[in-house]
């Protein structure tokens, strides 16, 4: 009720004032009263907001630039260094080095406090900490090499509701983004670190999952070179699983199981899991953060295949990111959303947990389980009926 009053209220307003509104009037010349006003309005007004949306492929670049020079993690063994100190241990010149510290500090990426001493933030301390295999800095690398450039074409996306971003890396003939990955190392490169870490963030919280128990033979939809069937292996000493995906990621996935000695519990099939049937005699399917991938309908038609294909009281398990309608938690899976219409396929995104769950039993499974895990993922598990 109040968040209706609120939006009412921000309309009306704007109604009345928008077309009499001054960029001169909302940026006034500093003054005392000025000050008295934006400490009165701080709780209210993001004064910066646009400018930080307007102004974010340089803000990007700035912090990228910070963290593949070295700056934060020099202030993390040197806080409090000056513009000096900074420049010749970075082997850069003053002036680029000025505007770059000038940047960042607009972006609260470092803090200058008096004589010019220079400290990280709570943001940039977070850059240095290499947590999960470095995954900040592989989805850096993922976004300034791939999804940025892709991104150049979302308007065409969105207007021509087709993968326009797909296209211009890949040529107008691209079909599957995960197809043209596989055949294309410039781009593979920085993919496939990103996702192996991305997975990383709750394999162990999947692979020991009770949902597992009593399942003896596993397909993995779509698994990759297999780090998580790996990882599962690891935790239930009976199970033994295949993996499904792109016939070049099969001969990688094998090859993996055999450098990690699990050869014999984990092999690695190839074809399209989208055209081809599923294999028979398996009691448990994974789709493992693949289903974000697909539409509504698509991904109802991988269940079915899968409740045809599984024994009677297998289970299906479904491993992948969600979004919680306006819960802040989902702000990063909400524009990340877009990759999958200008990148990916044109036709995917990240669902709220119940609808998977409708998808589930809607398909014919039962005794539907949800289990919630960090970073707003979750794995749900359904049984095929007697």
């Known amino acids: 009720m109040l968040s209706t009053i609120k939006v009412n209220f921000l309309y009306w307003f704007m109604n009345k004032v928008g077309n009499k509104i001054d960029l001169r009037k909302l940026e006034p010349v500093p003054s005392f009263s000025k000050r008295i006003t934006d400490f009165l309005l701080k709780p209210f007004v993001d004064r910066n907001a646009l400018n930080r949306i307007i102004l974010g492929p340089i803000s990007f670049k700035l912090m990228h630039s910070a963290y593949n020079i070295g700056l934060f993690h020099y202030l993390m063994k040197s806080p409090g260094a000056s513009l000096q100190d900074i420049a010749t241990n970075l082997n850069i010149a003053i002036y680029p080095a000025e505007i770059l510290l000038n940047g960042l500090e607009a ?56 993968p326009m971003g797909l296209y211009k890396l890949f040529g107008n003939d691209a079909k599957d983004y995960y197809y043209e990955l596989s055949q294309h190392q410039h781009y593979n490169q920085y993919f496939v670190p990103f996702m192996a870490t991305f997975s990383k963030i709750n394999i162990n919280s999947v692979a020991e999952s009770p949902f597992f128990k009593n399942v003896n033979r596993l397909i993995d939809i779509g698994g990759s070179i297999g780090e998580l069937a790996i990882s599962i292996a690891k935790h239930h000493p009976d199970i033994n699983i295949t993996v499904f995906d792109h016939p070049q990621t099969a001969e990688a996935a ?21 055209k081809e049937d599923f294999p028979n005699g398996y009691d448990g399917m994974l789709f493992s953060h693949v289903i974000d ?13 899968a409740f045809d294909k599984l024994i009677s009281n297998g289970k299906i398990f479904i491993y992948t990111p969600i979004v919680h309608g306006d819960h802040e938690n989902s702000f990063t899976y909400k524009i990340y959303n877009t990759y999958f219409l200008c990148l990916a396929n044109g036709q995917g995104q990240f669902y709220p947990p119940q609808k998977i769950i409708n998808w589930v ?15 707003n993922e979750i794995l749900i598990t359904g049984t095929k009926p007697r």
């Open 107 to 162: 972006l609260k990426l470092v803090k200058k406090v008096k004589h010019q001493r220079y400290y990280n933030t709570m943001p940039s301390l977070l850059l240095t900490q290499d947590f999960n295999d470095k995954f900040l800095s592989k989805l850096m690398n993922y976004v300034e090499h791939i999804i940025s450039p892709a991104m150049n074409d979302l308007q065409s996306a969105i207007t021509e509701n087709k």
């Open 293 to 305: 991938i697909f539409n509504e309908e698509t991904n109802k038609k991988l269940f079915k295949k």
């Open 361 to 375: 039993k809607e398909t014919g499974f039962c005794d539907v389980k949800l289990q919630y895990l960090p970073c």
């Open 254 to 274: 094998n090859l993996h199981f055999k450098n990690h000695h699990y050869d014999h519990r984990l092999n690695a099939i190839g074809g399209d899991f989208l």
